[in-house]
């Protein structure tokens, strides 16, 4: 074999081919990046119904129910989704702040009916190590009286505007004062400020979990929303307005 070098000189490339190069290495990479801030969910979303504001007819109630669930709607609501939430997860805060007043008009109209389903998972997240349990004590607090608008005030309150970050809670005292801004009555405000349902909360809440993990084969992520068994796509923007025309 020959080692003397080639007579092939390859010829300079042109400046008019390395821009165009350039120029189409440009798009590649700004189409990529389009795609994966779209696919990666870094699409700003749109605040559905902004300016609705939380459930405002009367005729909407809420209801504690035996394992801990709330249902909030009018009692001939002709269809119940179900809504698996933390009240640490930020995730569940930013559904509550898209779609939140979209889903209160559903209500109002008596188009539709929420039964929350509350976990506590997140309790380790907070500074006092039981935010969860103790807003979801409150929560029921405030269901067991019955109003679907006072109930709908503090449930949007605490997950929106007053989420607390991870690392951080509200206080009994906060959660009190954001409850009866809400409305709440003096048994709703009694029964938070002694903490009366934690213990139940404590009880219930392990059971949740697991009908959670069951409708997700065996994950617990929230928030989770359900149509029956159906779990819906709540990235779709448009998925109030399918369940609910």
Same mark, same amino acid.
């Given at each position: 074999m020959s080692n003397s070098p080639s007579d092939y000189t390859p010829r300079p490339m042109s400046n008019r081919t390395t821009y165009a190069l350039g120029a189409l290495a440009l798009v590649l990479i700004a189409?990529?990046?389009?795609?994966?801030?779209?696919?990666?969910?870094?699409?700003?979303?749109?605040?559905? #119904?902004?300016?609705?504001?939380?459930?405002?007819n009367a005729a909407?109630?809420?209801?504690?129910?035996?394992?801990?669930?709330?249902?909030?709607?009018?009692?001939?609501?002709?269809?119940?989704?179900?809504?698996?939430?933390?009240?640490?997860?930020?995730?569940?805060?930013h559904l509550?702040?898209?779609?939140?007043?979209e889903l209160a008009q559903k209500l109002d109209e008596g188009k539709l009916a929420i039964r929350y389903r509350f976990v506590n998972f997140l309790d380790p997240k907070s500074s006092s190590g039981d935010y969860s349990t103790r807003a979801i004590a409150a929560l029921q607090c405030v269901?067991?009286?019955g109003s679907g608008v006072t109930y709908s005030k503090f449930h949007d309150t605490i997950f929106t505007?007053?989420?607390?970050?991870?690392?951080?809670?509200?206080t009994d005292d906060?959660?009190?004062?954001?409850?009866?801004?809400?409305g709440a009555t003096e048994p709703a405000r009694t029964c938070i400020s002694e903490g009366a349902?934690?213990?139940?909360?404590? #009880?219930?809440?392990p059971g949740t979990l697991e009908d959670l993990k069951a409708a997700l084969d065996g994950d617990a992520a929230t928030p989770s929303v359900f149509d029956v068994a159906t779990k819906i796509d709540v990235n779709e923007p448009d998925w109030v307005q399918q369940l609910a025309p």
């Open positions: 189409l990529i990046v389009v795609f994966a801030y779209r696919w990666g969910g870094g699409q700003e979303a749109e605040v559905r #119904n902004d300016g609705y504001g939380p459930v405002r909407v109630t809420a209801a504690l129910q035996s394992d801990g669930g709330v249902r909030l709607g009018r009692p001939d609501a002709p269809k119940t989704i179900e809504v698996y939430e933390d009240p640490m997860c930020p995730a569940c805060g509550e702040t898209l779609y939140g007043q269901a067991e009286t505007t007053r989420q607390p970050d991870e690392g951080s809670e509200l906060e959660l009190l004062t954001i409850a009866t801004e809400s349902r934690i213990a139940e909360v404590k #009880n219930q809440a």
